[in-house]
């Protein structure tokens, strides 16, 4: 059973950073392809960022590239989202995900779903 425990969403100004955690059930983070998706209200699930098991690969959208970063720490069993010069269009909720292997950028390409973390960037 893979399980994902999102923490760490809040109310950040724009312009500000903000991290994100993902507690993975014990050999999840190690074997597994991890990321975030993200929703906003009113919007599909939205592909943010994938690392691969050996974390020698990360996948990024266009829209965060340069500004969000994704890594892990495998003796922790957690995945981080740093977020740095957020944008009020980066407010939604934060999923977490994982899948044996990268498939692709579409929400129905990860099989396991954390509940998610608000994540609110006010003007």
């Known amino acids: 059973q893979v399980q994902l425990v999102e923490s760490g969403g809040g109310l950040v100004q724009a312009g500000g950073s903000l991290r994100l955690s993902c507690a993975a059930s014990?050999?999840?983070?190690?074997?597994?392809?991890m990321g975030w998706f993200r929703q906003a209200p009113g919007k599909e699930r939205e592909f943010v960022g994938a690392?691969?098991?050996?974390?020698?690969?990360?996948h990024y959208a266009d829209s965060v590239k340069g500004r969000f970063a994704i890594s892990r720490d495998n003796a922790k069993n957690t995945l981080y989202l740093q977020m740095n010069s957020l944008k009020p269009e980066d407010t939604a909720v934060y999923y977490c995900?994982?899948?044996?292997?990268?498939?692709?950028?579409?929400?129905?390409?990860?099989?396991?779903w954390g509940q998610g973390t608000q994540v609110t960037i006010s003007s």
């Open positions: 995900v994982a899948d044996t292997f990268f498939r692709g950028t579409s929400y129905r390409d990860f099989d396991h």
């Open positions: 014990a050999r999840t983070i190690g074997t597994y392809v």
């Open positions: 690392n691969t098991w050996s974390g020698g690969t990360t």
